[in-house]
């Protein structure tokens, strides 16, 4: 089924730890996103990828980093996790920055003791 | 599993007017967001609905849940260039996942 594909759905890191979050979209869109989602605060950017080849850094990028591997893939790693990363990470697709036609994987739960 | 439509897809109107932007979900929501996307920004969340029939409402911002918790509407009155963005519903789905709306592009012509 078309759509975008995050793994793992659950993870459980110990501090300082490191890993990566996969995603993978098979729509052929050009812009992806990192987000993460705590109680109260609502999704937060982390970073995104408005085409291939280009990332920048969205509200919350510290302790972040991000691999646009390909137009399908877009990775993010947590070099040395901290207890503040444990969140709900979701990844999100779509067409073109700034058009309506998002999609989103259904997330990972992190975390990290 | 749960899905949520959004419509419409975009919007364009005269500042000064009303619109409305609508949620659908094929489940009963247990908890629906609304956000908005800033150009060039992540998205800001805006409210959270929990009850049927529940009504918040923020500046010139006013969200409705239905009764039967399937619907949202967000209806901003009198828009202005600054609610210009993409409008995204999203709903906890009973705390298994998170799902999100495609979005409505709202642009708001001076």
């Known amino acids: 089924n078309a759509g975008v594909t995050q793994t793992p759905k659950f993870q459980v890191l110990k501090t300082g730890q490191s890993m990566t979050l996969q995603c993978a979209q098979d729509m052929n869109h050009n812009s992806m996103y990192w987000y993460r989602q705590d109680p109260g605060m609502g999704l937060r950017l982390i970073y995104y990828s408005a085409s291939e080849g280009t990332t920048d850094k969205g509200e919350v990028p510290n302790g972040y980093n991000v691999s646009r591997l390909n137009k399908r893939e877009f990775s993010l790693r947590l070099e040395s996790a901290a207890p503040s990363q444990t969140s709900v990470y979701f990844c999100?697709?779509?067409?073109?920055?700034?058009?309506?036609?998002?999609?989103f994987g259904s997330g990972t739960r992190l975390t990290v003791v | 599993s749960q899905e949520l439509e959004q419509s419409p897809q975009s919007l364009i109107v005269q500042e000064g007017k009303n619109l409305t932007i609508n949620c659908t979900s094929s489940?009963?929501?247990?908890?629906l967001y609304w956000y908005k996307q800033k150009y060039g920004e992540g998205l800001i969340f805006l409210m959270m609905?929990?009850?049927?029939?529940e009504e918040k409402s923020h500046e010139k911002i006013t969200a409705k849940l239905d009764e039967k918790k399937q619907q949202s509407s967000l209806h901003i009155t009198a828009s202005q260039p600054s609610h210009a963005g993409i409008y995204l519903c999203g709903a906890d789905n009973y705390g298994q996942n998170f799902v999100f709306g495609p979005g409505t592009r709202l642009s708001v012509l001076p």
């Open positions: 609905l929990q009850k049927g029939g």
């Open positions: 489940k009963t929501l247990y908890g």
């Open positions: 999100a697709s779509n067409l073109g920055h700034l058009n309506y036609g998002y999609t």
